[in-house]
């Protein structure tokens, strides 16, 4: 059962978030809203499915939309904890003098370690559907905010910083921004569409050797592009 670090109350949502019935809260959750949607899960259920009962959810999370703040807090922090350091180092890398080849490994680096979390970490299992929802605007707009804000401005902000490096100073904002963009979403297909996809090649699972045929594929791609773009 995955524990969760007591933390200080949301600033909107009145709850304490520290001990394993608000982790089983949660955990019911992130599945039932993830197959349901927002509208389609009641708390009701979720409360069944980690067995509690409502006043306890009540008790942690407020309401509805307090569960499903928690959620998404819960998703956005361990994504960031298992991106930060790659990220970090690419901010670092960006403070000096880096050659083509150095920015071009760093950010394959970068894509490679969203790789790992979204397809191959066991702890997406049960969030991919609710992480597709959310990108789809399906849930409340402050959990689509929490996430751009916290995990997707930051990716795009070091990985758009990488393109500006390697197209020069001329090159604007937007163009980095679309082209970092593009580039990272080779890999969305297999996260947020993982079914159809995998059907798509006649696949059944994302075998260990399927997923390095995939991102052999991505890596050769992204190389290829951004070694165009470089400027002589």
């Known amino acids: 059962m995955t524990t969760i670090h007591r933390r200080r109350p949301a600033s909107e949502g009145g709850y304490t978030c520290g001990d394993e019935t608000s982790a089983r809260i949660i955990e019911a959750a992130l599945n039932l809203f993830g197959e349901r949607g927002y509208e389609g899960a009641s708390t009701r259920d979720i409360a069944e499915l980690a067995g509690v009962n409502a006043p306890a959810l009540n008790y942690y999370f407020k309401n509805k939309e307090g569960v499903y703040s928690a959620c998404t807090e819960y998703m956005v922090e361990r994504i960031w904890d298992y991106l ?118 006649g696949w059944d699972t994302l075998t260990p050797e399927r997923y390095a045929m995939l991102m052999g594929i991505v890596r050769e791609q992204t190389v290829t592009l951004l070694r165009g773009l470089a400027r002589e």
């Open 84 to 201: 930060a350091p790659t990220i970090e180092a690419a901010q670092v890398l960006l403070g000096t003098r880096p050659d083509t080849e150095q920015l071009i490994d760093t950010f394959c680096a970068i894509q490679s370690k969203i790789a790992e979390f979204m397809l191959v970490s066991n702890r997406t299992n049960s969030w991919r559907k609710f992480y597709a929802r959310e990108q789809a605007g399906l849930g409340p707009s402050a959990g689509e905010e929490m996430i751009s804000q916290r995990i997707g401005q930051r990716i795009i902000g070091v990985t758009s910083g990488i393109i500006s490096r390697l197209m020069g100073p001329d090159t604007s904002d937007e163009e980095c921004i679309l082209r970092s963009m593009t580039l990272t979403g080779q890999l969305l297909p297999f996260h947020l569409t993982r079914t159809s996809s995998l059907k798509s090649l």
